[in-house]
């Protein structure tokens, strides 16, 4: 239960997500949770996590325990750290692989954004670059509705980012305020 969305825009890439975790039917804001935070810094990117919070926890353990670090600056170093994490997640974090799907999931989506572009890694380890925003997690359908509407007037990507993001929280009931986000300046290409 999420909002969390990617925006590039005018040379810049931003992340933002909502703060809210829930645990069964209980809410617990960001008022009385010291970890609230949903994307986390890892050497040049940013990384928000949709999915059980145990596998935020979980992912940013699995990189500060990599001794060569991870390259995530594009869509088959992206892959190539999906299927290293996926691997550790059932070896070392215990995650259940009981699925019936074609292939396995790690039951979580990550939105990355860096100096190279704003990225996807699906549970089923499939990658995407996106050129425009994307959004993840329960509140996704509104934050896109909502970057959707406004992405092509004036508005920054970090006012398109902090709008989805709020958009989330405002209409989807696994999202609440505040929202937090980071945003980075793009590589020329």
């Known amino acids: 239960?999420?909002?969390?969305?990617?925006?590039?825009?005018?040379?810049?890439?931003?992340?933002?997500?909502?703060?809210?975790?829930?645990?069964?039917?209980?809410k617990e804001s960001a008022a009385y949770v010291v970890n609230h935070e949903k994307i986390f810094a890892?050497?040049?990117?940013?990384?928000?996590i949709s999915g059980s919070a145990s596998l935020q926890i979980a992912v940013?353990?699995?990189?500060?325990?990599?001794?060569?670090?991870?390259?995530?600056?594009g869509i088959n170093e992206i892959f190539r750290f999906g299927l290293q994490l996926h691997r550790d997640l059932k070896e070392e974090y215990f995650l259940r692989a009981d699925d019936e799907e074609d292939f396995e999931t790690f039951r979580g989506d990550i939105l990355?954004?860096?100096?190279?572009?704003?990225?996807?890694?699906?549970?089923?380890?499939?990658?995407?670059?996106?050129?425009?925003?994307?959004a993840n997690g329960s509140g996704a359908e509104y934050?896109?509705?909502?970057?959707?509407?406004?992405?092509?007037?004036?508005?920054?990507?970090?006012?398109?980012?902090?709008?989805g993001a709020k958009a989330g929280a405002e209409f989807d009931d696994g999202s609440a305020s505040p929202v937090t986000s980071y945003s980075l300046k793009l590589k020329k290409a």
């Open 112 to 134: 990355i954004a860096n100096n190279t572009g704003i990225y996807g890694l699906s549970s089923y380890r499939f990658v995407q670059e996106y050129s425009k925003f994307y």
């Open 1 to 26: 239960m999420s909002t969390i969305v990617v925006v590039r825009k005018d040379g810049k890439a931003v992340i933002a997500a909502d703060t809210l975790t829930t645990c069964g039917n209980t």
């Open 143 to 163: 934050a896109l509705g909502a970057m959707y509407a406004i992405y092509d007037g004036d508005l920054t990507a970090e006012e398109i980012a902090e709008t």
């Open 42 to 48: 890892y050497r040049n990117s940013y990384l928000g």
């Open 60 to 73: 940013q353990d699995f990189l500060k325990r990599q001794k060569k670090a991870v390259n995530l600056s």
